[in-house]
Structures are given as C-alpha cells and as structure tokens.
C-alpha cells in the first residue's frame, strides 16, 4: 500500500486485505457527525468513473477497482480509494466489500475488438459468483446495483419488450449477461437488495452519437438498417444509479431514453443534420446487431426516475 500526495490511497491485491480496517476508519471520517456512506464499484470503465465522481461530490467514502495499474493515478481523482484486482480472486473481492454500505457492479471485458464469448465469461461469472459469496459474510451491506444490458433480449423483430418478456439465451454474450444476473438475483442474501439496470447503449460527454455516426456517413453496412436500437446517456445512467440507491430499487429495470428510431433511422437523421451522404444498407448480409426490439422503459418511470436526455441526441 502507499498513500499519493493527496491523501488517498491505491492498494493492490495483496495490500488491500492488510488495509481492510485502516480503510474502515479513512471512510469514517464524518464531518459534522454525519455517518458517511461507504460505496464500491467494481469495475470503472467508462459509466463507473461518472458513478465515482458523482458520489465522491455528494461526500460519500468511495472505493473503485481496476485491473490495470496504469490507470490508478486517473482514478485518483475521482475516488478515495483505488484497489488493483482481478474479479477471479475470491479473497481480493471479499476485502473489498468489507464495511461497505452498497456495490455497484459495471464490469467489461476489456478489448479494442470483439469479444470472443469465454472471455465475456471468464470476465463477469467468476465476478459475481466471488461477489454473492463475499456479501453473504457482509452484514453491513445494503444494496448491490449491477448494470446489465438490454440486449439480453435478443431480436424480437421490432415489438415491444418489458422486464418480463424472455431473453436470448442461444446467443452465447447475452447467455453471459443473463446468467450473472440470475446468480445475483438468486444467490444473494434476502434481506440484500439487488436491482440489475437492463442499459441501451451508451452515449455521452466522450462518446457522442453525432460524432460516432457521422463516421458511417456513405459506407455500406450490413442489414436492413430496419433493426430497433436502443440509447441512454452517461448522465441518465449516473442518475439512476443513485436513484436506485436512494430509493432501494429491487430487481429488474429497463434504463433506455424514449427514442424508438430504427439504426437506418437514426443514421439517416444525424447524417442529413450534418449535411453528410447517408449510410447506404445492404440487406443481403445479416445485421451485426443482435437486439431487434422496442424496450419498455415504463418500470423505472413508474418508481419515481424522470429521464435527464429522454429524446436528446448529441
């Protein structure tokens, strides 16, 4: 273990199991008597490192995790604690959720291509399955938030989906994602709240759909262009995750804008926005998306979440 100039503090695997009771009191420091929150999120890519920084500014105690040392000192800025570990290491996973109030779980294979399916895997199962052993020996914890993706539900040709319709288990990555949220669903303790947010596809500061089409402009892509897709922003996926928090959300939520434009669509109105030729289909070749459905983002609305982006573009 050693300790930046500012004052927080980067363990790895080994040095966080020594570190577990020096981390309890860093993260009971409570200004003005007030308790503080102790939050983990395993996993902090690019939706974890918003869900850290987002909570370290409403003052609570957060822990984050990544796999790779090199990006320890970004992470610093956004977290007061920063712990170097695979999810596979049962003992790295247990220190961890020692003395924490909740997990957010955002875990992904890390790859600039495409992920073959064991990796997928390989990164989320051994995970969870360390997670729901680890909290079973956690009675501090309260809440545990895993953000999974709509496209478990597979191609639906076009209709509408909610949190009860089936999902595509013949597609080995939605096979992946499926199962991790039945362990975490089923495995957990029962006074353990689990709520698993189903995303569309991410967009945001960094990501923007105006640049990521703009790209596209006069290829050709496979399919029909006629495939439902589904978004949501970074911001809306910040929120909800402490929404979800603040109200003990339990199972199942569908976390999509209200968008329901088709990929040729979508492509065809950024590209014309931009004045750029318009993605050109060619329907011969089957589509690279696996999700075909309209998703039903009803549930989360009803709990009380009003979307920031709900038909933004950017």
Not at 3 to 25: P, V
């Amino acid at each position: 273990m050693h300790t930046t100039t500012n004052g927080k503090t980067i363990l790895s695997n080994d040095a966080h199991e020594m570190a577990t009771h020096g981390a309890e009191s860093l993260g009971s420091e409570q200004p003005h008597g007030d308790v503080v929150k102790k939050v983990a999120i395993i996993g902090c890519g690019y939706v974890g490192t918003a869900v850290a920084y987002h909570w370290q500014k409403q003052g609570y105690f957060v822990t984050v995790t990544t796999t790779r040392e090199e990006r320890v000192a970004e992470l610093e800025e956004v977290a007061d604690q920063v712990v170097i570990m695979q999810g596979n290491d049962a003992k790295a996973v247990h220190s961890l959720v020692q003395n924490q109030d909740i997990c957010l779980l955002s875990v992904a294979p890390i790859s600039t291509r495409q992920v073959e399916a064991e990796v997928y895997r390989e990164t989320y199962i051994p995970t969870v399955k360390n997670l729901v052993a680890a909290l079973m020996e956690t009675p501090t914890f309260k809440q545990l938030i895993y953000l999974s993706s709509c496209s478990v539900y597979g191609n639906k040709n076009g209709e509408w989906v909610d949190e009860t319709s089936g999902v595509d288990t013949d597609n080995e990555y939605n096979q992946v994602l499926y199962e991790a949220e039945q362990i975490l669903l089923n495995s957990a303790p029962e006074d353990l709240s689990v709520c698993i947010l189903r995303l569309g596809g991410i967009y945001g500061s960094g990501r923007e759909l105006i640049k990521r089409l703009s790209r596209l402009a006069g290829k050709t892509l496979p399919g029909s262009g006629e495939s439902f897709a589904c978004w949501i922003h970074l911001e809306d996926i910040v929120t909800a995750v402490d929404f979800a928090y603040q109200n003990k959300l339990n199972g199942i939520y569908n976390l999509v804008n209200d968008l329901r434009w088709t990929s040729r669509e979508l492509c065809d109105y950024v590209c014309d926005n931009q004045g750029l030729e318009r993605v050109i289909w060619d329907a011969t070749k089957p589509s690279f998306r696996a999700l075909n459905a309209r998703i039903n983002n009803q549930k989360i609305k009803a709990a009380g979440y009003q979307l920031i982006h709900p038909e933004t573009i950017v």
